[in-house]
């Protein structure tokens, strides 16, 4: 039986087994390698506060959280978008 990619959808090149991280939004584990990282920076000020003080140039720190979500969830998201053959053939191809 023929298979849809040559990785099979996964980035761990001959590493062997990778350790399995948790969907952010269905708690499913998924291989590290194969699972869809998203950053999002979070603000730990209101905003409203936060716009007064990049007014008076303070600067507010931002803290990096990375998502990770499974294949189905990051498609449902709209994190990732299905391809065709020829689009997934080249890597920059968006």
């Known amino acids: 039986m023929g298979r849809k990619r040559k990785s099979r959808g996964r ?3 001959k590493k062997g087994a990778t350790q399995r991280v948790q969907c952010s939004a269905c708690g499913q584990l998924v291989p590290r390698d194969k699972a869809k990282r998203k950053t999002v920076f ?16 303070t600067r507010v720190p931002r803290i990096p959280m990375i998502r990770y979500y499974c294949v189905s969830c990051a498609i449902h998201r709209g994190v990732v ?9 080249s890597a920059y191809h968006y």
């Open 81 to 89: 978008q299905i391809r065709s053959e020829e689009r997934r053939r």
């Open 11 to 13: 980035s761990k090149g």
């Open 42 to 57: 979070k603000s730990l000020v209101d905003p409203m506060i936060r716009k007064e003080l990049r007014q008076q140039g």
